[in-house]
């Protein structure tokens, strides 16, 4: 690498919801970033006023900051390169547009959206596509076909008109994509004259793009393969606006493909299949339609960052789990792959486990009090402390710790009804009645001490463990579930445990 400062930027548009393969993109750039002891900037790509979502640039905002993944420059932050919203940097972007016309790089269209329509239905009857380039641009309506004067009275007049780009023809621009190598594309064979600036005054994705990543002096473009294709034509604006000394290096990330292995992993597939496709829900402005998120569903940050860091990109070595402290250090973009990674819901939920597992009995405490609260169920501390540490290791989500837990705060108002039939027998109630009894007469209502009390009085009765713990276990939780019966009586209180053993005797009808 040269001694330029590294500089990338996450320069998503705001059209929507971000994917998690948008999130992805900013995760590599952050990790470059860090790195290299270089600069993560956002920058909003809203040009396009016809695709502008409503709260798409604040969801976006807020899915960086959830996984930690926070800018230096950008909206709302500052820095010296400002402003990161492309619609404020209108005035910028005319001037270079000029230039390229100047310079022969560029020309003026006043084709019509109906002329451009035409040509394209006349030439899809033949079967052909339609393409305004280096084969059709002499015969159309612009500056190339015009005389300066008439092109001079036309814009004099009003007329709506395009900057298009002039795609020199037959040339192989090759670049070296630090993630494919060299890549080549022909100008004549497979590249158009895209539009660089519009009628509105505003110019399109590519010109906005170029422009603003050289006054931002960005080093190194990271970005989703979708945008492979534009790579020659940058490459060239580079060329034509005299700036190929600076250009950036580029790199195209590999697609995230569905969990069956093909194709790339759609918005709409979270819906579909039943996982998240992204951070956060979103609540379609339009519609009203929810799609879920990583965060409502209950996935830890550290565990979507971590299943993101190792779709395309791998550490070279057996380790699976990583900091975001961790992926800085030893993050590369020649360890990521050029094929598309297959995405897998179950290996997300494998991570949360993981560290749901990592997180201390006094975290989760913290994360469950409000679950409690929701549903107005009063606890000490000391008892939902107590209760995460003995459920703790069943779960991978917070959300499981009350399905697994709740017999801790509200009595079991049914019963099994598989577990009654095979353990509840015609002399279990009055069994239970005499364990009932010896309760009362524990004195230090420990799980020890209630175990060795029972223990005792089980020998002296001579009765079978089995016949007593199911019916014991169904009385106080419901079913056949939970940890150590001992403990769960200790965590009820004496109490509530004799309390749920007579309604189970006066509920249990056989
Ligand atoms: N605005 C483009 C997008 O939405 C940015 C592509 C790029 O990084 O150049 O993905």
């Not at 100047?102 to 009857?125: N, P, V």
């Not at 393969?225 to 790199?251: C, I, N, Q």
């Not at 709740?406 to 069994?431: C, G, I, L, N, Q």
Request: hydrophobic residues 35%; negative net charge; glycine residues 8%.
């Amino acid at each position: 690498m040269t001694d330029r400062k590294v500089r990338v930027r996450f320069a998503p548009s705001p059209t929507g919801p971000l994917h998690m393969g948008g999130v992805r993109t900013a995760l590599f750039n952050y990790l470059f970033a860090k790195k290299h002891g270089g600069d993560f900037v956002l920058r909003i790509e809203d040009t396009d006023q016809t695709r502008y979502v409503p709260g798409a640039e604040d969801y976006i905002v807020e899915s960086l900051n959830w996984c930690g993944l926070n800018p230096v420059e950008g909206p709302g932050i500052g820095g010296d390169f400002g402003p990161y919203r492309q619609s404020e940097r209108k005035a910028v972007y005319k001037k270079y547009a000029d230039q390229l016309i100047e310079s022969g790089w560029a020309y003026y269209a006043f084709d019509t959206t109906e002329e451009i329509d035409a040509l394209r239905k006349a030439a899809e009857a033949n079967k052909e596509t339609f393409s305004y380039g280096i084969a059709t641009r002499e015969k159309l309506n612009n500056s190339l076909s015009l005389s300066e004067e008439e092109v001079r009275q036309k814009i004099e007049a009003g007329e709506n008109y395009v900057i298009r780009f002039k795609m020199p023809a037959d040339e192989d621009v090759t670049e070296d994509d630090i993630i494919r190598g060299s890549v080549t594309f022909n100008t004549s064979k497979s590249l158009d004259d895209k539009v660089l600036f519009k009628s509105d005054g505003l110019p399109t994705y590519h010109l906005a793009n170029v422009v603003d990543d050289h006054l931002m002096e960005i080093s190194h473009v990271i970005r989703g393969e979708e945008w492979l294709p534009s790579m020659p034509l940058h490459v060239l604006l580079y060329r034509a606006l005299g700036w190929e000394d600076t250009k950036p290096r580029f790199a195209h990330l590999p697609l995230i493909l569905k969990p069956v292995g093909k194709g790339k992993l759609s918005k709409r597939d979270g819906d579909k299949l039943g996982f998240p496709v992204f951070p956060l829900e979103w609540t379609d402005p339009k519609t009203g339609d929810v799609s879920k998120g990583y965060r409502e569903e209950g996935y830890f940050a550290e565990a979507f960052i971590n299943m993101l860091a190792l779709l395309g990109w791998n550490p070279g070595t057996e380790q699976e789990f990583f900091s975001m402290d961790e992926l800085s250090d030893i993050f590369s973009l020649e360890r990521v792959v050029k094929s598309g990674s297959r995405f897998d819901p179950e290996k997300a939920k494998w991570f949360n486990r993981h560290y749901f597992q990592e997180k201390s009995v006094e975290e989760l405490a913290e994360l469950f009090k409000p679950v409690l609260a929701e549903k107005g169920i009063e606890s000490t501390d000391e008892k939902t402390l107590a209760v995460v540490a003995e459920i703790k290791e069943r779960c991978e989500f917070v959300s499981e710790l009350w399905e697994q837990s709740s017999y801790f705060f509200v009595a079991p108002t049914e019963y099994d009804a598989k577990t009654v039939k095979k353990r509840w027998k015609e002399d279990t109630s009055e069994k239970l009645s005499e364990i009932v009894a010896m309760f009362v007469t524990v004195e230090t209502w420990k799980a020890d001490s209630i175990k060795e009390t029972f223990s005792a009085f089980m020998n002296e009765k001579e009765w079978g463990f089995g016949m007593i713990m199911n019916p014991l276990r169904l009385s106080l939780v419901g079913g056949n579930l939970g940890p150590d019966l001992f403990v769960i009586c200790e965590l009820l209180g004496k109490e509530e445990s004799i309390k749920r053993i007579n309604t189970a005797i006066e509920k249990i009808d056989i």
